[in-house]
């Protein structure tokens, strides 16, 4: 069997690469959601307090996503796991660009966008080491 699966509510009414495809869109979605809200919220309760929220909210939705096995509610945590991870990286960038000087500024968002690349392929690469979606949750939240 496929990595997808393994886990019997993904595969719930069938096997619909739909599905996989639904989660992603979903937290898209939610990292629109946090991008639009995190330029909001930097402004008005500050940039420290924005990342640590977004920081929660990431984490917090990392852990249910751990034990989670019903698909509509990992629809769900999908969506605020993309909120939290954006306000975290929309304050975080905001925050590192407020307290680099001037020339310098575009070496830090190159340097931040790096680390998000590089973040990015090391997910994707222990994916192939973890197939369980569950863990792998789990593991991020760690």
Known sequence: KQWYQRRVAITAGGDSPTK?????????????TGMIAG????????????SILGFTVLVT???CGAFCHQYTILVVIRYFQGI?????????TILCLELTPKEFRNYVIGVLSLF???????????????????????????
Do not use: Q
């Open 116 to 142: 998000w690349a590089i973040g990015y392929s090391l997910a994707t690469g222990l994916h192939y080491l973890i197939p369980d979606w569950n863990l792998m949750f789990l593991g991020s939240a760690v």
């Open 39 to 50: 330029g909001y919220l930097t402004d008005h309760i500050g940039r420290k307090r924005t």
């Open 61 to 63: 939705s990392l852990l």
């Open 84 to 92: 939290g991870s954006y306000l975290l990286s929309t304050g975080m």
């Open 20 to 32: 996989k495809t639904l989660l992603t869109s979903i937290f898209f979605g939610g990292a629109l």
